[in-house]
Every structure is written in structure tokens, then in C-alpha cells.
């Protein structure tokens, strides 16, 4: 994935590192901290003085939105703006200590659809800052299609999100637009409703902000609200996704930023985790994702569109209830790769019998390979098999080869005599076969 | 019209993958193409000028350089790039390329270009009329003309898929792995493709869907379009479109993989970085249905599109808009090739006369042949016929420099050598062995600076500083007796032939401006027969039309010298003769004529 999210304090980071660039008529005073812990935030209080001497506003800072509506923003102790340094430390431990419910979309205040449950690990702090209502406005920017677009509004916090249509003003750009044409369009679409004595500051500082989305490679970028009172700007709360591609050319300009893992994702396998791992180490793409570890149908598959297109044969024929995972092995693997590989989807598959009592189906499937050699891959998987084959044989499983490429004779003469020699259970197709119809064969058989 | 590549097509591949060049090029000799499909190697960090390939079983040398530019320059013809650079750098040599001008396709294959750099290489392509296939792709091919590097796998598999020869179904996949596969499919169910193009797995990707299917609506070649597209992006709809208003006309088969993204939510990434739905629109159902829905043929699933590749096929066939294709022949590539330690392109030994750069030695031996010394080491050397003015002017040369006395260093050492008994070759080798920087290197040294000077518009005044910066003499100036009152009548034999005889004598003419302003500091800082050989074979290749790189390579190489070496060589050999003759005994070198100072070693603790 190209476009990766990032913390809000990763955000505001990276605008202030470039602040005086984007945006020279303004102020911005950069408060803020990320803390995983009350003791933590004592910590940087020793070296950031306002944090004892200002009164705080705390969040969760774990790439979810509707933290308010959530009851997850401390900006108040009795009244708003008198959260102290010791509260904001306690209401963080008190937070972090056990799993929270977080609600994703809402209906008015009333929380729709399912909850994530999950543990707060990261907080942002900053100082709670007073404005009033009509200093709020909205900015943000993102790719729809080809074209970048600007999205501005007079009104910022909950009130844009509601009522989007009638109160965002849309300007979209081609990549090749110059930097004096994009200044001249928004300039000249200032929102009507930003106040009159703001506008021209407005204009400032959406081109600055526009300009930084471009140069900095965001994917994503959105303000909502920031305050503006003169020249003084506040960054109340921020999203942004950065294009992770241009990492390489970014070092210095992001600095050092993480790509959090998103709230309530399911904690990955270990398996998974070691595919991960492996992966990243080698030039090839080992990829592997569990959908339903207990069911029947694993699959071994060679390329990122082969893998595809055997998913779906496999819903097409027997919907997604059998269907254990998903993955793909590809770009030329080492014969050790693709053992480890194996090795991986082998023990997952052999761990518990099918509990009506059918056999296991392992589909190794893959498209005509324009360079990866299929007997070198396949060596692999039959050092695999040689580890695994008792306990496949005593689970059950059946075995479909598909593959064509370089040296694909070899490679499906070999799998077989190795299944043979084995004792497991196997038919093997090659190109004169359709990619996907092993598929059929090993479901439509009772 | 509407093709995009012919028989003819050349490219020039950035960066020197090897496997990938030589399956291209076994796909041109299977087909039988005339010429390489690569034409040079761009390769910025290597110091070899060529790489070698096989051509069936025979080799042929890619010449490689280090610049697009320099490629393009000395390869117009190959209008087609094919950028295997990493994904740090295809950005820049894309840009590059399209600067340059004359390309007509870029092929991208690195994934992960950053989004923003993609997206505004595609569209400075798009302006510039260039058509961008990938990034993030395996290519393209126009099978029975033109395959861009791994597309369609081992050259078995291509004669198995009939990507061999053009069939009649245009082919656009956004996939590189499932392309091999449809072109299989359609090779069993139809009669293969006559254009294909994997458009690449990125999210920003320079030709899309529609724009490799208006092509084919042009290519008289395709009577049918086979559309293969993925969850996420709505490029499918541009094509629904172009159906609708009428733009397209020939039959689409067509369908999105990646129907089972809809059990899922966004967590589980399917395929590509392209492939991600945004909205419902993007699904790959919602794409099917509308596909379906404006009359493009869409089966009911993956596993059902070879029966409607088959339905349509056939259905064109009977209808007289396909015929039979004839199969044409091809070379079968040996099974065991080896690649040839040594490579000799000046002679040829192997036919019924052995040749010299092309010519059979009887015609360039007898007098009658009207071809003499110079003529033969033009061939050897240079590989070339030049004109008589130059071959007369290397036998005057070599006539020039033959002998010069018995005391000089060589001569000497030759001299010596055969008196202690040795034979004709290794006295005259001990003598060739003092040829160098202080002996006969002030033909080379002369050349080279006094190029640089005339190269760098240096005046004399600023020549000579220079050079006293360097801290050398200036090669080629300067005589042990003679002078301008009493000039070296070799060297004015030189100078007017060259007078007479050389269409123009540029460095010649500034090195005489150099010698007045020297001789004018002291007599004897004349143009000395070594200078004088150097400066006039520079004008002589500049005549003949050759760069000034060319000629910089010439003098690096040490080829001035070789003229020395070659002249010389017969006086040594006169030298060494005259001593057998004589039967001069061993030499020892009188005892007196040796200063001796030799003091105790001391010792070092």
C-alpha cells in the first residue's frame, strides 16, 4: 500500500519542521506531545514548561476520528479549560488500563454499527486553546482520479462533516498545474463565509498549505478545525497520509515518522507476522493474510493477480465459508523462500481436522510465470512436503497443482513424484489446463 | 495506424539486464526478425562499450553507453525505451528521455515510483504525445514483430501462446502475471493476439485501459478486444463510455478479478496497489454489471472467460471479420549455445581467402591492386577504406620514422641485445621496449595537448602556461641542433604534403602559431618531426570525418604510437641484422665510463 496513515502529532511535526517555508505570515506555536503513559508525560513536563502552566486538552492519537463524540477528548476537570498536568496524567493511565469501545460512525450523538475494541496506547497533548466558534475553519487536501484537490470551508469542527455539500468549497488542480495558477484559483475562491477582515490571511494560508501537501508528499492531508486569530494560527486536530513510496526522498523533510497500525485491527498471527518479516527481507513478495484459520480450503499461490483470480473462483464456487486464507508467493523466490512459505501454510492447514470430517483442500495455483523458475520454487515445496507429510496425511488433505512457466515440466514432474513417494494425495495440471479450473475439479468433487 | 510496434521497431533498454535483452533477442531471431529488437544499452556506471548476445546460436555485440542521450544520438532509429531502472531513478530517466525527444513508447518497469513523480512523468508523456506503458509492469508485445523484454516468459511458452505470429484480439491487462495466462488461454480458444499490453499495477500509470483500446480500434490487425481489469479505480467506465458513444466499435470481451474483495472489508489487500475500492462504483461486480450492461461480452465468471473467448471467436469467424491465419516459419534456437571467449572484428579466416576487414588479401596485395601499406593498415586499424591522400600520408609517416642512427635508446638496446647472441625477435623486442613517454611518445603526447589547447580555444601565450602548470614540456617542440634558419627537411617533407594533399590542416596551422611565439623564446623550439606526425594524423582523422571523441579514443589508445612502433620496427631489424652480419662479440660497457659510488649500507635497528 502507497498511501500510508500517520499520527496526528506526526503531522503537526512535520508542518512545523517546515512551517517558516509554507507559512512565513504566520504563527504556529507547536505545543504539543505524544505520550504513551501519565509517567511519561510528567517526563516531558521537565523540559516543555507549558505543560505545567497551561491548561491541557488530551486524545487518543491512534488514527481514528470522532473522539468526542466517543467521549475520548479531556478538556475539562469541572469546567472547560482547567484540565491540570497531573489530571491530564491520570486520566491517561486511567484510559490505558483496560480495553475501550471506540464507535466509528454516529447518528447525531447515538453510535451506529459496531464498535472496535482495542487498547489506548498513545495520547497527544496539547494546551487547550480559547477561541470562539467563528475563528474555526476547515482545510484539507487529497487525489480524487488525477487531479489534487483543495477542500476549504468558513466552518470547521463537527459542522463541515454534516453538512459538506453546501459549506466546502472544492477546487481541483491537475499535477501540472504551476504554482501561480494555483495561488490565482484560490485566491479567487476564497469561501463566501469566511469572515471579511480573514479572507485575505485565508487565501495565505491555504496556498501555503497547499503548496506543503504538493512538496511534502502527502496523500492525504486535513485540518479540522484550525483557528485563525490574525496571524496566530492553532492546529487543533489534524489527519494526514503520507505517499510511503517517496519515503526515499523524504528522509530528511518527514523525519522520523511510524505508521501505526490502525485502531482495533486484529493483532496478527505470529505466521503472519514471520511471512511479514521474511518478506521484507527479500527482493521476491511473500505475502499472507488468514481469513479463517479452522477452514478447509488453503491456498499456495504463485503472482499477486493469479492469487486474485483464484480467491474469487473459490467464492464463485463455494462461497467464502471454506476459504482459510489468502496470499501470495511472487517476483522470483528463493527455493528456501518458497520452503519457508509452505512450511508456513503446511502447519496452519495441519493443525486440526475438518470438523465434519472432509478432507483438506491445498490448491497450488499460479498463472504462466514470465521469468520465476517453477522447478526451483516447487523444490521448495516439496522439501515442505517431505517435513509435513504425516501430519497431512492425518488430517487429510488433497493436493491441486496448477503452474506453467520456466521449467515448469520439471517442476510438475517433480511435485508429483515427491506427493507419490509421499503417500499424498495429489493431481497436478499445467498450462493446457485453465488457471482457475482446478478449482472446480477439487469443489465440485463429493 | 494504430500499431504500436513493427518488425522494424529498435529500442534502447536502460540498464543492462541481460536475461531479459537476450530473451528479446531470441524472440527476434525465432521470428526472424532482420534486425536486434535492442539497438544499445544505457548503462551510466559501465566501462564496457558493448554487450555480447546470442542470435540463434551465433553472437552479436549491443553497444552500450553511458547516457539516454548518447544512445539516442548514435541510435535514432530505436524510438521505443525500455527503463529497467530502479524505482529511485526511473522518474529521472524517464524525464530524461522525454526531454531528449524521438521516443515514441516509454516502458516502466519499477514499482513504487513516488505517486506525485508518477503522475507528473504520465502527464508530461501524455502532452508530448509519448505513449507511457507501466510503471509497474512486465510490457508489451506485437507478436511476429516486436516483445519488450520478460512479457510472455520462455520463447517454448511464446511458440505455445502463438505469440510468434499476430492472431486477431487486441489484449489489455493491468496485470503482468495473469497476461501470459490470457494470451494462452486466448491461443487455445482463439487464434492469438495481435497487440498486447500489461498497463501496469501502480495506481498512477501512464496508458491507460481506454487508451490502449482506441489504438486497437485503429489497428486494421485487431478484430476483437480482450479487457482485463481489477477491484478499485474506475478506469473500466472510460471504456463503457467509449462503447456507448460509439468510439469503439469492435467487440470487448472483458472482465475484473477481485470479486471476492466484497466478503471482506478494507483490511485484506487484494492484488495490486491499484486494486482497493473506494465506494461501491469501484467494486469489481459493479464494474462487471456495467460492462455487461453496455454490451461488452462479460462472462459470469473468471473461470467461464475461456468459453466466451471461444463464443465471440467464433462467432467473428463465421461472420468473415477473422480468416485463417497462416502460420509462418520460424528459426528453432539451438539447444546448447556457448558464448565465444574472443571476439575479432578486423579479419576473417574462415572462407575461401582469408580477408582483411572484407577484403580478400590478394586484393589489396600486388602492386597491380594499386594498394600499398597505408591501404592495409587502414583496414586492419581502422577497419575502414580511406582515401589515398591518408594511406600515402601513414607510408609517408612510416617511411619518416623508420630509422634514426644507432644511438638512440631502442636502436642501442637492440644493438646490445644482439650481440649477446639473441635472436632477430628478441633483439627487436628489447628495443621496441624503450618505446614509451621519453622515446617516440611525443607523437602521442604532441596530439594530446596540442588538441586540448585547439579543443579549449587556448592562445598560444596560454597554451604554454598551461602547460608550465603541468610541469611538462611541451611534446613535439623543440630539436637537439635544428632550428628555423635550418629547418628538419623531414619535417618540411611533412608539412607539404600536407600543404598539398590534406583538405584542411586546422591543428597543423595553430601549432605553427605556437611555434613562433616558442621559437621566438629560443631557436632550436622548433615543430619536430614527432610533433609535426602527431598534429597532422589528428587533421588527417578530423578530415576523414571522425569526432573529436573518436579521435581522443584513438590517441588514448596508444594507436599514434603504434605508427612509431610499425616504422621503427625496420630499423631495429636493420640494426640487428647489421650486428648478426658483423658477428660482433658480446658488448661489455667499458668500466671507465661509469661513475662509482657506492658507500657502506647502513644499519637500520
Request: aromatic share 10%; net charge negative; hydrophobic share 40%.
Amino acid at each position: 500500500m502507497a498511501q500510508k496513515a500517520i499520527r496526528e502529532y506526526d503531522a503537526k511535526s512535520i508542518l512545523a519542521k517546515h512551517w517558516n517555508k509554507y507559512f512565513p505570515d504566520f504563527t504556529y506555536s507547536y505545543e504539543t506531545v505524544l505520550v504513551t503513559s501519565g509517567a511519561e508525560l510528567l517526563e516531558a513536563a521537565k523540559e516543555k514548561p507549558w505543560l505545567k502552566e497551561k491548561p491541557l486538552v488530551v486524545k487518543p492519537d491512534m488514527l481514528f476520528g470522532k473522539r468526542g463524540k466517543n467521549g475520548l477528548v479531556l478538556f475539562k476537570d469541572q469546567k472547560p479549560g482547567d484540565v491540570t498536568l497531573e489530571k491530564a496524567a491520570a486520566w491517561i493511565d486511567e484510559k490505558a488500563k483496560e480495553d475501550v469501545a471506540v464507535y466509528f460512525s454516529f447518528d447525531g450523538d447515538t453510535p451506529t454499527g459496531e464498535p472496535k475494541v482495542d487498547r489506548l496506547t498513545h495520547f497527544i497533548v496539547e494546551p487547550f486553546t480559547p477561541h470562539s466558534q467563528d475563528e474555526e475553519y476547515y482545510i484539507s487536501a487529497t487525489v480524487v482520479g488525477d487531479e489534487d484537490v483543495l477542500y476549504m470551508s468558513a466552518e470547521g469542527g463537527m459542522e463541515v462533516e454534516e453538512g459538506w455539500d453546501e459549506k466546502v468549497t472544492e477546487l481541483a488542480f491537475p499535477i501540472t498545474a504551476t504554482e501561480e495558477e494555483i495561488a490565482e484559483k484560490i485566491k479567487a475562491n476564497i469561501p463566501a463565509d469566511v469572515k471579511e477582515e480573514d479572507k485575505e490571511n485565508f487565501a495565505k494560508f491555504a496556498i501555503g498549505f497547499f503548496k506543503a501537501y504538493r512538496d511534502l508528499n502527502f496523500a492525504y492531508l486535513e485540518i479540522n478545525p484550525f483557528v485563525m486569530q490574525g496571524t496566530k494560527i492553532e492546529l487543533l486536530d489534524m489527519v494526514a497520509k503520507l505517499d510511503d513510496t517517496a519515503g526515499f526522498m523524504m528522509v530528511e523533510e518527514w523525519g522520523d515518522v511510524e505508521y501505526p497500525t490502525a485502531f482495533g485491527m486484529e493483532s496478527k498471527s505470529p505466521e503472519v507476522e514471520a511471512i511479514e518479516e521474511a518478506d521484507a527481507k527479500t527482493g521476491a513478495s511473500l505475502k499472507l493474510t488468514l481469513l479463517k484459520p479452522e477452514a478447509r480450503i488453503w491456498t499456495m499461490v504463485a503472482g499477486g493477480g493469479a492469487s486474485v483470480v483464484y480467491a474469487d473462483t473459490i467464492a464463485d464456487f463455494a462461497g467464502i465459508e471454506d476459504l482459510a486464507n489468502y496470499g501470495e508467493y511472487s517476483g522470483g523466490p528463493t527455493t528456501g523462500e518458497t520452503k519457508f512459505y509452505a512450511e508456513t501454510i503446511l502447519d496452519l492447514m495441519t493443525r486440526e481436522k475438518d470438523p465434519k470430517g472432509r478432507d483438506k483442500i491445498l490448491i497450488i495455483g499460479g498463472a504462466i510465470a514470465n521469468f520465476t523458475d517453477v522447478a526451483k520454487t516447487f523444490t521448495g515445496i516439496i522439501q515442505a512436503f517431505e517435513k509435513y507429510a504425516d501430519k497431512m496425511k492425518d488430517v487429510g488433505v488433497k493436493i491441486y497443482v496448477r503452474r506453467g512457466g520456466p521449467n515448469y515440466e520439471k517442476g510438475l514432474k517433480d511435485i508429483k513424484e515427491a506427493a507419490d513417494r509421499l503417500g499424498l494425495n495429489i493431481e497436478v495440471y499445467g498450462p493446457e489446463t485453465h488457471v482457475t479450473d482446478i478449482v472446480r475439479m477439487a469443489l465440485e468433487e463429493k | 495506424m494504430g500499431k504500436l510496434f513493427t518488425r522494424d521497431t529498435q529500442a534502447i533498454f536502460w540498464n543492462n539486464n541481460k536475461t531479459a535483452i537476450q530473451r528479446m533477442l531470441d524472440y527476434d531471431y525465432t521470428i526472424k526478425r532482420e534486425t536486434p529488437s535492442v539497438a544499445a544499452i544505457v548503462a551510466p556506471t559501465s566501462s564496457n562499450k558493448f554487450e555480447k548476445f546470442f542470435w540463434g546460436g551465433d553472437e552479436i555485440m549491443v553497444p552500450i553507453y553511458k547516457s539516454t542521450a548518447e544512445a539516442k544520438a548514435a541510435q535514432p532509429q530505436a524510438d521505443v525505451l525500455l527503463n529497467f531502472a530502479s524505482f529511485r531513478t526511473a522518474y529521472d530517466v524517464t524525464m530524461e528521455a522525454l526531454n531528449i525527444g524521438g521516443f515514441k513508447t516509454i516502458m516502466i518497469t519499477a514499482e513504487g515510483i513516488p505517486e506525485r513523480l508518477a503522475r507528473g512523468m504520465n502527464a508530461y508523456a501524455r502532452e508530448l504525445g509519448v505513449v507511457v506503458i507501466g510503471p509497474a509492469t512486465v510490457g508489451a508485445i506485437a507478436p511476429g514483430a516486436f516483445k519488450i523484454a520478460n512479457i510472455g516468459g520462455t520463447i517454448e511458452n511464446i511458440i505455445n501462446s502463438k505469440l510468434h505470429r499476430a492472431g486477431s484480439c487486441g489484449l489489455v491487462t493491468r496485470s503482468g502475471g495473469l497476461f501470459n495466462e490470457l494470451a494462452n488461454i486466448i491461443a487455445i480458444n482463439a487464434d492469438g493476439i495481435a497487440e498486447g499490453v500489461a498497463i501496469g499495477g501502480d495506481r498512477f500509470v501512464g496508458s491507460v485501459f481506454i487508451d490502449n483500446l482506441l489504438r486497437m480500434q485503429e489497428n486494421p490487425d485487431v478484430k476483437y478486444m480482450i479487457l482485463l481489469g481489477e477491484v478499485g479505480g474506475t478506469e473500466e467506465y472510460k471504456v463503457i463510455e467509449a462503447v456507448k458513444s460509439g468510439k469503439i466499435t469492435k467487440p470487448i470481451i472483458a472482465w475484473c478479478i477481485g470479486t471476492i474483495a466484497k466478503y471482506y472489508d478494507s483490511g485484506v489487500q487484494f492484488g495490486h496497489a491499484g486494486a482497493s475500492a473506494n465506494g461501491d462504483m469501484e467494486t469489481a461486480e459493479a464494474k462487471n454489471k456495467a460492462m455487461a450492461e453496455a454490451g461488452i461480452h462479460v462472462p459470469a465468471t473468471f473461470n467461464d472467460l475461456p468459453a466466451k473467448i471461444k463464443e465471440v471467436y467464433e462467432d467473428l469467424k463465421a461472420k468473415g471479420v477473422i480468416g485463417e491465419i497462416e502460420e509462418p516459419e520460424i528459426n528453432i534456437i539451438p539447444k546448447n549455445r556457448r558464448p565465444k571467449n574472443f571476439i575479432c572484428t578486423i579479419s576473417d579466416d574462415r572462407g575461401e581467402e582469408a580477408t582483411y576487414a572484407g577484403f580478400p588479401i590478394s586484393s589489396v596485395a600486388t602492386p597491380d591492386t594499386g594498394k600499398g601499406i597505408g591501404d592495409v593498415i587502414s583496414l586492419l586499424w581502422f577497419k575502414k577504406q580511406y582515401p589515398k591522400w591518408a594511406t600515402d600520408f601513414i607510408e609517408t609517416v612510416i617511411k619518416t620514422v623508420a630509422d634514426h642512427g644507432p644511438a638512440v635508446s631502442g636502436a642501442h638496446n637492440a644493438k646490445v641485445t644482439a650481440r649477446a647472441g639473441k635472436s632477430v625477435v628478441e633483439s627487436l623486442v628489447t628495443g621496441l621496449l624503450t618505446i614509451g613517454p621519453r622515446f617516440g611518445g611525443a607523437i602521442d603526447g604532441a596530439a594530446k595537448y596540442f588538441k586540448y589547447a585547439d579543443d579549449n580555444n587556448l592562445s598560444p601565450k596560454e597554451f604554454l602556461s598551461y602547460m608550465k602548470k603541468e610541469g611538462v614540456p611541451i611534446p613535439g617542440i623543440g630539436h637537439r641542433i635544428k632550428s628555423l634558419k635550418n629547418p628538419d627537411l623531414r619535417v618540411t617533407g611533412l608539412m607539404n604534403y600536407a600543404a598539398e594533399h590534406f583538405p584542411a590542416t586546422p591543428l597543423l596551422d595553430y601549432a605553427r602559431t605556437v611555434e613562433a611565439l616558442t621559437t621566438s623564446k629560443k631557436e632550436n623550439l622548433i615543430l619536430n618531426v614527432d610533433g609535426t606526425i602527431g598534429i597532422l594524423m589528428v587533421d588527417m582523422w578530423r578530415a576523414l570525418g571522425y569526432s573529436e571523441e573518436e579521435i581522443n579514443e584513438f590517441i588514448e589508445s596508444g594507436t599514434l604510437n603504434a605508427f612509431f612502433i610499425v616504422g621503427r620496427s625496420i630499423g631495429f631489424i636493420g640494426h640487428v641484422l647489421d650486428e648478426k652480419r658483423l658477428a660482433m662479440p658480446m658488448y661489455r660497457h667499458p668500466m671507465d665510463d661509469i661513475l662509482y659510488d657506492v658507500k657502506k649500507a647502513e644499519k637500520i635497528d
